[in-house]
Protein backbone atom coordinates (compact mmCIF):
# COMPACT_ATOMS: atom_id res chain seq x y z
CA UNK A 1 0.00 0.00 0.00
CA UNK A 2 1.32 3.19 -1.22
CA UNK A 3 0.92 6.42 1.68
CA UNK A 4 -0.91 9.05 0.35
CA UNK A 5 1.17 12.62 -0.04
CA UNK A 6 -1.67 14.82 1.30
CA UNK A 7 -1.40 12.61 4.78
CA UNK A 8 2.72 13.87 4.68
CA UNK A 9 1.45 17.30 4.03
CA UNK A 10 -0.62 17.27 6.79
CA UNK A 11 2.24 15.94 9.65
CA UNK A 12 4.37 18.76 7.76
CA UNK A 13 2.43 21.64 8.60
CA UNK A 14 1.07 20.21 12.30
CA UNK A 15 4.67 20.19 12.86
CA UNK A 16 5.82 23.23 11.43
CA UNK A 17 2.48 25.17 13.75
CA UNK A 18 3.78 23.46 16.71
CA UNK A 19 7.30 24.65 16.52
CA UNK A 20 5.62 28.31 15.55
CA UNK A 21 3.60 28.28 18.68
CA UNK A 22 6.74 27.02 21.03
CA UNK A 23 8.79 29.98 19.42
CA UNK A 24 6.17 32.64 20.71
CA UNK A 25 5.34 30.75 23.83
CA UNK A 26 9.18 30.76 24.14
CA UNK A 27 9.20 34.81 23.67
CA UNK A 28 7.80 36.38 26.76
CA UNK A 29 10.11 37.37 29.03
CA UNK A 30 10.00 35.40 32.15
CA UNK A 31 12.36 35.76 35.60
CA UNK A 32 15.17 33.51 36.02
CA UNK A 33 16.68 34.91 39.01
CA UNK A 34 16.76 37.69 41.47
CA UNK A 35 18.51 38.96 44.38
CA UNK A 36 17.36 38.73 46.53
CA UNK A 37 15.89 35.27 45.62
CA UNK A 38 12.46 34.01 46.27
CA UNK A 39 12.08 32.56 49.33
CA UNK A 40 15.00 33.97 50.66
CA UNK A 41 16.10 34.72 54.11
CA UNK A 42 18.77 37.38 53.81
CA UNK A 43 20.45 38.41 57.40
CA UNK A 44 20.47 42.47 56.12
CA UNK A 45 18.73 44.99 54.21
CA UNK A 46 19.45 44.54 50.66
CA UNK A 47 20.80 47.91 48.69
CA UNK A 48 18.38 47.22 45.69
CA UNK A 49 16.33 44.08 44.41
CA UNK A 50 17.68 43.09 41.19
CA UNK A 51 15.46 40.48 38.42
CA UNK A 52 17.12 38.95 35.64
CA UNK A 53 15.10 38.15 33.05
CA UNK A 54 14.84 35.40 30.13
CA UNK A 55 15.00 38.11 27.31
CA UNK A 56 15.50 41.99 27.09
CA UNK A 57 12.74 44.45 28.57
CA UNK A 58 11.35 47.74 28.57
CA UNK A 59 12.16 49.68 31.41
CA UNK A 60 9.82 52.68 30.69
CA UNK A 61 7.01 49.81 30.79
CA UNK A 62 8.17 47.74 33.66
CA UNK A 63 8.37 48.33 37.28
CA UNK A 64 8.46 46.33 40.56
CA UNK A 65 6.34 46.98 43.82
CA UNK A 66 7.11 45.75 46.86
CA UNK A 67 5.06 45.18 50.12
CA UNK A 68 5.87 44.76 53.63
CA UNK A 69 4.16 42.42 56.21
CA UNK A 70 1.24 43.93 56.26
CA UNK A 71 0.77 44.42 52.76
CA UNK A 72 1.88 48.10 52.49
CA UNK A 73 4.01 49.69 50.07
CA UNK A 74 7.86 50.40 50.51
CA UNK A 75 9.33 52.83 49.04
CA UNK A 76 11.83 52.09 46.48
CA UNK A 77 13.41 54.40 43.71
CA UNK A 78 12.34 53.68 40.27
CA UNK A 79 13.01 50.71 38.49
CA UNK A 80 15.90 50.54 35.65
CA UNK A 81 17.18 48.78 33.44
CA UNK A 82 21.16 47.53 33.95
CA UNK A 83 23.54 49.13 31.71
CA UNK A 84 25.04 46.71 28.59
CA UNK A 85 22.41 44.39 30.48
CA UNK A 86 18.50 44.53 29.33
CA UNK A 87 17.21 41.77 30.53
CA UNK A 88 18.22 43.01 34.34
CA UNK A 89 15.91 44.99 36.37
CA UNK A 90 17.18 46.87 39.12
CA UNK A 91 15.18 48.57 41.66
CA UNK A 92 16.98 50.55 44.27
CA UNK A 93 16.16 50.80 48.12
CA UNK A 94 16.48 54.60 49.89
CA UNK A 95 16.68 53.08 52.98
CA UNK A 96 16.80 50.02 54.60
CA UNK A 97 14.70 46.97 54.61
CA UNK A 98 13.61 46.56 58.65
CA UNK A 99 13.24 42.70 59.70
CA UNK A 100 10.47 40.96 58.34
CA UNK A 101 8.66 39.21 55.20
CA UNK A 102 8.28 40.90 51.78
CA UNK A 103 6.22 40.53 48.83
CA UNK A 104 8.30 41.64 45.27
CA UNK A 105 5.28 42.15 42.70
CA UNK A 106 6.62 42.67 39.08
CA UNK A 107 5.58 43.16 35.66
CA UNK A 108 7.89 43.78 32.44
CA UNK A 109 7.20 44.40 28.89
CA UNK A 110 9.68 42.56 26.49
CA UNK A 111 11.37 43.97 23.60
CA UNK A 112 9.05 42.01 21.55
CA UNK A 113 5.89 43.29 22.91
CA UNK A 114 4.60 40.59 25.31
CA UNK A 115 3.68 41.82 28.74
CA UNK A 116 4.41 39.27 31.73
CA UNK A 117 3.96 39.61 35.43
CA UNK A 118 4.93 37.75 38.92
CA UNK A 119 5.60 37.82 42.15
CA UNK A 120 8.00 36.19 44.84
CA UNK A 121 8.59 36.90 48.76
CA UNK A 122 11.90 37.08 50.40
CA UNK A 123 12.45 37.85 54.47
CA UNK A 124 14.98 39.41 56.22
CA UNK A 125 16.01 38.92 59.69
Request: aromatic share 6%; charged share 15%.
Amino acid sequence: MQKKPISRMVIAIAAAGLMAFSSLAAAHAHLQSSLPAAKAQVTASPDALTLNFSEDIEAAFSGVTLLDDAQKPVATAKARVESGQKNRLIVGLPQPLKAGSYQVNWHVLSVDGHKTAGSYRFSVK
